[in-house]
């Protein structure tokens, strides 16, 4: 299984070719890694490359060409890499697959990671205030994400046409995009379709079909406004506006809907709307700062009752949760 992994500078590229590297035993090959090895082995090639970067030229496609191939000509690769970095440019993907065509090899699956510009900047000023690197600024990121997707755009169509990609909302925790990608390289390894001949159709429709927002699944069949609201956080008033802000038809279904009017939407909600995790734990902590101030809300929160004058006798339970029972006791036997 070869796959490629594609995603802007503070998209977690790295966090998860990492973990399908630990997790499937793959190799990840990384060009920028590849060449800083060369040269510091001070091989020939490496010699060539320094001399290269030393007068402000960059590498050439055929050199980097040479290093790929001397990838994936090796048994002990077949079949196992990972390409991060790589390729960066409509000839170098065209490159690839007559490679791989050459060693009876090829591409079983392409991961674009999908994050908007507001998370990477958000990511890279956290990253700022506890690694402090040189490299990680707000300007710097809005560039180089800027340059990411305008370099990338005819790779990710190339091997759009060749129905090898998968898009995966990158804004989600890491557990969550880990399982995602787990899901897709167990279709191709083919154990998801032993279980049933239906199965495979179940998996491929819910992970393929459905738009990911803020982290939670969107039904694809329903309308934008009302899919919306299975954020927590989202209301049908707030859904309809954001809908009319983006100038995307209320009706429409969510799947009918493009690439960048998911991307616009996300970017959006991140923008102006508190949902989900972040929502929740602000309730949490104002919840939690009443309990301590011993205020009147506070205690009807402490004992899980409502807080907001609902009647206690017939609204309680949907405060409380389900009633539980109590099991009885078991009696200890008399002595004799």
Known sequence: ?????????????????????????????????????????????GKEISTIISSGTLVSDDIVKKLVENFIS??????????DGYPRNINQARTLSQLLDKYEQ??????????SLTTIKKRISERLSLEKRAD?????????????????????????????????????????????????IAIIEGWLCEISPYKYVFVTYTQFTMARIAGI????????????????????????????????????????????????????INTN????GDLRREISI?????????????????KKLPVRGQRTHSNARTRKGKAIAIAGKKLTPLKK
């Open 136 to 184: 990680d600024s707000a300007e710097i990121a809005i560039k180089r994400f800027k340059t990411y997707e305008e370099s990338t755009e005819p790779v990710i169509d190339y091997y759009k046409k060749l129905n090898l990609l998968k898009v995966i909302d990158g804004e989600r925790p890491i557990d969550q995009i880990n399982k995602e990608i787990s899901d897709y």
């Open 106 to 115: 090829k591409i079983d699956l392409v991961l674009k990671l999908s994050v």
């Open 273 to 276: 709307h508190k949902v989900e």
């Open 217 to 268: 699944n969107i039904p694809p069949n329903k309308i934008v406004s009302i899919a919306l609201t299975y954020i927590h956080g989202i209301g049908l008033h707030s859904s309809k506006l954001i809908c009319n802000k983006l100038n995307i038809p209320v009706d429409a279904r969510v799947n009918k809907l493009t690439e960048d009017q998911i991307l616009k939407i996300t970017e959006y």
């Open 286 to 302: 104002n919840i939690k700062r009443l309990v301590d101030l011993a205020s009147y809300r506070g205690s009807r929160h402490k």
């Open 1 to 45: 299984m070869n796959l490629i992994i594609f995603g802007p500078p503070g998209a977690g590229k790295g966090t998860q070719a990492d973990f399908i590297v630990n997790k499937y035993d793959l190799f990840q090959l990384s060009t920028g890694e590849v060449l800083r090895n060369e040269i510091k082995n001070k091989t020939e090639l």
């Open 74 to 83: 090796k048994n002990k690769y077949k079949n196992r890499l990972i390409f």
